[in-house]
T-cell receptor, first 111, second 113 residues
Framework: SQKIEQNSEALNIQEGKTATLTCNYTNYSPAYLQWYRQDPGRGPVFLLLIRENEKEKRKERLKVTFDTTLKQSLFHITASQPADSATYLC??????????FGSGTRLQVQP | KAGVTQTPRYLIKTRGQQVTLSCSPISGHRSVSWYQQTPGQGLQFLFE???????NKGNFPGRFSGRQFSNSRSEMNVSTLELGDSALYLC????????????FGPGTRLLVL
């Protein structure tokens, strides 16, 4: 069955460092993949979408890579700030109409 | 454009009761999806409505139902509430193309006692 895996353990980093979050998927080949940010008690907010023919996508301090061979997407936040602390969710296109989300990775940026 | 709005934001009910949650999508969006989020199960898809028709359904019991009105506003109903229904219920709107970007509302926090 299709499976999406994100590191369930929180990622703690120091302000100014680069945070790298991982999204692995198995048993399917998504045509694209989305990343969302969620703050406690709030709805997820769309950040970036990357297609299978795009190796990398950037938006300000954010960078997403998409390796269809490894079946993995990496999400990077450079020069991280305490305000970047949140849970980050990936949502690979599954072929079904509804979005399926990973369980998310909580990022904590220490000042 | 105004974002997705959900009412109420917080709700406390007791087991056996029923509840109705409301969602107003972004103007022009015809698709509304509902999700349940709990610490143990994460974000799980309930159903999607497009042009007043349920277009897709997740793996939830029949106690969970919804509908969409001609103005694209949507309601979700949960009957015979159970303790395990305590969760954050999120609705998201989009124009309706396949798995495109979803715009989420702030959610309704439901507590079942």
């Amino acid at each position: 069955s299709q499976k999406i895996e994100q590191n369930s353990e929180a990622l703690n980093i120091q302000e100014g460092k680069t945070a790298t979050l991982t999204c692995n998927y198995t048993n399917y080949s998504p045509a694209y993949l989305q990343w969302y940010r969620q703050d406690p008690g709030r709805g997820p907010v769309f950040l970036l979408l990357i297609r299978e023919n795009e190796k990398e996508k950037r938006k300000e301090r954010l960078k997403v890579t998409f390796d269809t061979t490894l079946k993995q997407s990496l999400f990077h936040i450079t020069a991280s700030q305490p305000a970047d602390s949140a849970t980050y969710l990936c949502a690979p296109h599954t072929g079904r109409r509804a979005l399926t989300f990973g369980s998310g990775t909580r990022l904590q940026v220490q000042p | 454009k105004a974002g997705v709005t959900q009412t109420p934001r917080y709700l406390i009910k007791t087991r056996g009761q029923q509840v109705t949650l409301s969602c107003s999508p972004i103007s022009g969006h015809r698709s509304v999806s509902w999700y349940q989020q709990t610490p143990g199960q994460g974000l799980q898809f309930l159903f999607e409505y497009f042009s007043e028709t349920q277009r897709n359904k997740g793996n939830f019991p029949g106690r969970f139902s919804g509908r969409q009105f001609s103005n694209s506003r949507s309601e979700m109903n949960v009957s015979t509430l159970e303790l395990g229904d305590s969760a954050l219920y999120l609705c998201a709107s989009s124009t309706g193309r396949d798995q495109e970007t979803q715009y989420f509302g702030p959610g309704t926090r439901l507590l079942v006692l």
